[in-house]
Nanobody, 111 residues
Framework: ELVESGGGSVQAGESLRLSCAAS????????MGWFRQAPGKGREFVAA????????YYEASVKGRFFISRDNEKYMVYLQMNSLKPEDTAVYYC??????WGQGTQVTVSS
């Protein structure tokens, strides 16, 4: 099970930190990712991190503003989002291999 938290409504330029709690004992073996879905659009990749946190990957529009991290001792994945823009408004989902998805957390950025 994956449970996201940390979403909210902010002004452009502000920051948010999303958290994803995993309950699988094999969590430390998995690469983990964040996707988002804006109103009227499909789900898109945002960021991913490999099993030990040594490598991370970002969608071009968030690179340099968003940072993914993980704490394998706590079974947690994080997405630090800085310099938020209105176009970042979406429901953000945590995902794990095997097509596991959380319920999503809403991020709304107003100009």
């Amino acid at each position: 099970e994956l449970v996201e938290s940390g979403g909210g409504s902010v002004q452009a330029g502000e920051s948010l930190r999303l958290s994803c709690a995993a309950s699988d004992n094999d969590f430390t073996d998995y690469n983990m990712g964040w996707f988002r879905q804006a109103p009227g659009k499909g789900r898109e990749f945002v960021a991913a991190i490999n099993w030990n946190g040594a490598h991370d990957y970002y969608e071009a529009s968030v690179k340099g503003r968003f940072f993914i991290s993980r704490d394998n001792e706590k079974y947690m994945v994080y997405l630090q989002m800085n310099s938020l823009k209105p176009e970042d408004t979406a429901v953000y989902y945590c995902t794990a291999p095997g097509d596991y998805w959380g319920q999503g957390t809403q991020v709304t950025v107003s100009s």
